[in-house]
């Protein structure tokens, strides 16, 4: 009933900049959190950064100053901005949201991944 579609994953030069879109979709009452996690070869999955439905945000260490989230609420849509790409920052980047939907229930979603990969 509720679909995270992500995009804007590619490989970029180190130091250089990409950005993440995930938009929720289907029988969407309310999203209150949204964010993304990533995962390295041979790594375990990990939070990158999270933003609400009030606009609070938290954010992994390693991307502090470096990455930032954003949302536009009427769309249900999610973005990070990422800038000063490093290679350890190559990984299945997966957006990840709670939604309320219809029924009601309050649940948690997984986009398909999208692949940020680096290069020196």
């Known amino acids: 009933q509720v679909q995270l579609v992500e995009s804007g994953g590619g490989l970029v030069q180190a130091g250089g900049s990409l950005r993440l879109s995930c938009a929720a979709s289907?029988?969407?009452?309310?999203?209150?959190?949204m964010g993304w996690y990533r995962q390295a070869p041979g790594k375990q999955r990990e939070l990158v950064a999270t933003?609400?439905?009030?606009?609070?945000?938290n954010y992994a260490d390693s991307v502090k100053g470096r990455f930032t989230i954003s949302r536009d609420n009427a769309k249900n849509t999610a973005f990070l901005q990422m800038n000063s790409l490093k290679p350890e920052d190559t990984a299945v980047y997966y957006c990840?949201?709670?939604?309320?939907?219809?029924?009601?229930?309050?649940?948690?979603?997984w986009g398909q991944g999208t692949q940020v990969t680096v290069s020196s």
């Open positions: 990840n949201a709670l939604v309320t939907d219809l029924i009601p229930l309050t649940r948690v979603y």
């Open positions: 933003i609400t439905s009030g606009g609070t945000t």
């Open positions: 289907g029988s969407i009452v309310s999203v209150p959190r």
